[in-house]
Nanobody, 124 residues
Framework: QVQLVESGGGLVQAGGSLRLSCVASGRTFTSYSMGWFRQVPGKEREFVTAISFSDSSTYYADSVKGRFTISRDNARNTVNLQMNSLKPEDTAVYYC?????????????????WGQGTQVTVSS
């Protein structure tokens, strides 16, 4: 069993930055790929970014490419999401997720564990 706890959400003005963190406990952190998804009320949860456990390959949604950066610190069992140049349309609840797979990481169903989510609000 893996427990994921996100932190770092909050309110920021458009153009600002936030850094989300997700700490994992339980199974060996290096055994799973990590991803971030986000959800707006009334819409489906969408892929944001992921980092593979196999070779630390990273994947980004087109909407965040060049603005967001995912990284992992295996020594601290943590995955971080640096979000720069934030836009009002980035407003959502952001979820951290863990997957035992190293492929198809853009697909929500490939993830085995989920955090409780953290709210990010970007004001215009």
């Amino acid at each position: 069993q893996v427990q994921l706890v996100e932190s770092g959400g909050g309110l920021v003005q458009a153009g600002g930055s936030l850094r989300l963190s997700c700490v994992a406990s339980g199974r060996t952190f290096t055994s799973y790929s990590m991803g971030w998804f986000r959800q707006v009320p009334g819409k489906e949860r969408e892929f944001v970014t992921a980092i593979s456990f196999s070779d630390s390959s990273t994947y980004y949604a087109d909407s965040v490419k060049g603005r967001f950066t995912i990284s992992r610190d295996n020594a601290r069992n943590t995955v971080n999401l640096q979000m720069n140049s934030l836009k009002p349309e980035d407003t959502a609840v952001y979820y951290c997720a863990a997957s035992y797979h190293y492929y198809s990481l853009r697909v929500e169903s490939m993830y085995n564990y989920w955090g409780q989510g953290t709210q990010v609000t970007v004001s215009s």
